[in-house]
C-alpha cells in the first residue's frame, strides 16, 4: 500500500502518481424534503487522519456512509482509493474498512473467537486465520482478553476489538464513525495512540467526532459540516486563525455571579459567551487587547471578583461554536 508518509516524510516512490483517498464533488443525499448533505465536496490525501465535525444532525455519518458505499447519493460523484463510487462499488469496498458507531461483535463469543471468524470470512485458513488474530490482539493489546466472552469486556476493550476487526485486511481507507464515544479519557487515550499507529503504517483515516480536542490532537485537517454543507476546511491552526479574534477568558471568585458576568461581557463585545460552571469560567471573542481590557472593566465596575483572566487564541471549540452557533459536545442522530 502506497502513499503518503505521514508526519512530513518523503512520499514513497511513485507516490505522487496515485489518486486523493477521497475526492468528491456536490454530494447530495435527501431523506423525504430533508436534505441530509447537500453539495458537500471533499479531497482527502492518502496517509492522512483527515475529521469530520459538525453539530447533532449535520450530515457527517450521511457523508461517511455514502462514501463507505452503504447510501447511494442522490447527486454528485466521488472516487474513493482511485475507484469510482457509482461505477466500482466492489472495488471502493474492497479497498476500506469500516468502524461505526457501535461495535458489530457477536457477544458470546471471545475475543479471540471474533476474530478467527472474521479471518475465515475474508478466506484466511487454518493456521493462518489464528496467526492473525493472535498478531492483532497482541497489536491492541488484548492478549490477556483474547479467551474471554466480549460481554465481559469494558468500553475500551470493545471499541479496540472492533477497530481491530476492520483490521483483519489492513484496508487503504479506515473509516472511523465517532470512534471513542462513550469511553473514559483513559480509554479514549488508547484509542488515539492507535489510529496514530494506523496512520504511521500508510492507512488513510477519515473519521467523525463529537470531541474538538480529539480533531485538534488527531486531524492532519478538519472539515466543519453544518446543515448538510461543507462550512469550512483546513488544519486546526487554520481553522482559527480564520476567526480573526482572540479570546477573553475569564474565571470568577463567586459562581453565582457567572449570569451577571456573562451579560455584561455580551453586551460590550457584542458575542455570544460559552460558560462552563466547573470553575466558574467564561469565554468569549474579543476582537483586540483594547476591547477585552474594556470588558474587564466593566466587570470590576460592578464588583465581580475574578479569580483568573488571559488574552488568547480561540480553542478549536471555540472556533466550531463560532462557525456553527451549536454545541460540540452533541451526541449525532441517526442522520447525522
Avoid at 476487526?165 to 487503504?172: D, K, N, R
Avoid at 504511521?200 to 477519515?206: F, M, P, R, Y
Avoid at 456573562?262 to 463585545?269: H, I, K, T
Wanted: proline letters at 3%; aromatic letters at 4%; one cysteine or more.
Amino acid at each position: 500500500m502506497n502513499g503518503h508518509a505521514p508526519g512530513g516524510a518523503m512520499p514513497m516512490a511513485g507516490a505522487e502518481t496515485l489518486p486523493l483517498a477521497v475526492s468528491a464533488f456536490g454530494l447530495v443525499k435527501c431523506f423525504g424534503d430533508v436534505r441530509a448533505v447537500d453539495g458537500v465536496d471533499l479531497d482527502v490525501q492518502r496517509g492522512a487522519i483527515f475529521a469530520i465535525l459538525g453539530p447533532n444532525g449535520a450530515g457527517k455519518t450521511t457523508l461517511i456512509r455514502m462514501l463507505a458505499t452503504l447510501t447511494v447519493p442522490d447527486a454528485g460523484r466521488a472516487s474513493v482509493m482511485g475507484h469510482n463510487l457509482i461505477a466500482a462499488p466492489h472495488k471502493v469496498r474492497a479497498a476500506i474498512a469500516m468502524t461505526g458507531q457501535f461495535a458489530s461483535l457477536d457477544e458470546d463469543l471471545t475475543g479471540r473467537e471474533n476474530l478467527l471468524l472474521l479471518a475465515r470470512l475474508w478466506g484466511f485458513r487454518g493456521s493462518k486465520a489464528k496467526a492473525r488474530a493472535d498478531d492483532l490482539l497482541e497489536a491492541f493489546d488484548l492478549s490477556e482478553a483474547a479467551h474471554k466472552q466480549v460481554n465481559a469486556y469494558s468500553g475500551g476493550m470493545r471499541r479496540r476489538l472492533d477497530i481491530a476487526a476492520s483490521l483483519i485486511v489492513t484496508p487503504g481507507l479506515l473509516f472511523l464513525d465517532e470512534p471513542t464515544t462513550g469511553l473514559d479519557p483513559v480509554a479514549r487515550q488508547g484509542v488515539w495512540r492507535m489510529i496514530r499507529d494506523l496512520a504511521g503504517a500508510g492507512v488513510t483515516i477519515l473519521l467523525t467526532t463529537q470531541y474538538l480536542d480529539e480533531a485538534d490532537q488527531l486531524a492532519d485537517r478538519i472539515a466543519v459540516i453544518d446543515h448538510g454543507r461543507k462550512i469550512a476546511e483546513g488544519t486546526s491552526r487554520e481553522l482559527k486563525a480564520a476567526t480573526g479574534s482572540g479570546t477573553l477568558h475569564v474565571a470568577l471568585t463567586d459562581a453565582a455571579r457567572l449570569g451577571t458576568a456573562a451579560r455584561l461581557l455580551e453586551a460590550r463585545l457584542g458575542g455570544k459567551v460559552q460558560s462552563s460552571a466547573e470553575g466558574a469560567r467564561l469565554s468569549i471573542r474579543a476582537a483586540t487587547p483594547e476591547q477585552a481590557n474594556e470588558a474587564l472593566a466593566s466587570l470590576l465596575a460592578e464588583g465581580i471578583e475574578l479569580a483568573d483572566f488571559a488574552m488568547g487564541s480561540p480553542s478549536l471549540d471555540e472556533v466550531f461554536f463560532a462557525l456553527t452557533g451549536a454545541s460540540s459536545a452533541t451526541d449525532e442522530g441517526t442522520s447525522g
